[in-house]
């Protein structure tokens, strides 16, 4: 079976650092893929991992275990507009069907 | 370069009642994908196209729930009859199959809302 978890909510201070985890079990892995989805938006690409490590893209970083089936998304010097849901999405196979977790709620406070 | 196409944008149907949802996707785009996204919940696969022929249909609910892309490239998803429970977000999205990193060009559209009343 294919099972995606992520926590449901958090909150955070602007300015500080979150780490929003994901867990997956999934038949086949291709990557590991993090969308930011605003509130009656579409899903936007911010990150991708398919070997073990962090791969930092600004004030973005993502992590990925594969023996651990874990990874984490890290946002740094937080801001307003970061208040979103956090998708984890894994890719089954070359490139492109993917499993998404339930999404977790990103509050920003002031 | 124009985004994935959705039409309407929001809708409004009754219980029993049908309702067709139309996507273009991204230019060249051979890979068309149709999600449900229920309210607090990440995006679920109902039907993958390659061209026009069906990749992964699996999850979608043949009983109610149709979908065609009959030329290629722009498709449609029919739900007949509506149940309450259909009341969700659906989304289009479209990819390339040419091995462009990270993310094959996979671009979501900005779904139909739909409520089942």
């Known amino acids: 079976g294919q099972n995606i978890d992520q926590p449901t909510e958090m909150t955070a201070t602007e300015g500080a650092i979150v780490q929003i985890n994901c867990t997956y079990q999934?038949?086949?892995?291709?990557?590991l893929f993090w969308y930011q989805q605003h509130a009656g938006e579409a899903p936007t690409f911010l990150s991708y991992?398919?070997?073990?490590g962090l791969e930092e893209k600004g004030r973005f970083s993502s992590f990925l275990s594969r023996s651990k089936g874990y990874s984490y998304l890290l946002l740094k010097e937080l801001q307003m507009k970061d208040s979103a849901s956090y998708l984890c999405?894994?890719?089954?196979?070359?490139?492109?069907?993917?499993?998404f977790g339930p999404g977790t709620r990103l509050s920003v406070l002031p | 370069e124009a985004g994935v196409a959705q039409s309407p944008r929001y809708k409004i149907i009754e219980k029993r009642q049908s309702v067709a949802f139309w996507c273009n996707p991204i230019?060249?785009?051979?890979?068309l994908y149709w999600y449900q996204q229920i309210l607090g919940q990440g995006p679920k696969l109902l039907i993958q196209?390659?061209?026009?022929?069906?990749?992964?249909d699996s999850q979608l609910p043949k009983d109610r729930f149709s979908a065609e892309r009959l030329k290629g490239v722009d498709s449609t998803l029919k739900i007949q009859p509506a149940k309450l429970e259909d009341s969700a977000v659906y989304l289009c999205?479209?990819?390339?199959?040419?091995?462009?990193?990270?993310?094959?060009?996979?671009?979501f559209g900005s779904g139909t809302r739909l409520t089942v009343v």
């Open positions: 230019s060249g785009h051979a890979t």
């Open positions: 991992n398919v070997l073990d």
């Open positions: 999405a894994v890719s089954r196979n070359y490139g492109q069907n993917f499993v």
């Open positions: 999934t038949s086949g892995f291709n990557g």
């Open positions: 999205a479209s990819s390339t199959r040419r091995p462009t990193r990270p993310n094959y060009g996979y671009t």
């Open positions: 196209f390659q061209n026009n022929g069906v990749v992964d």
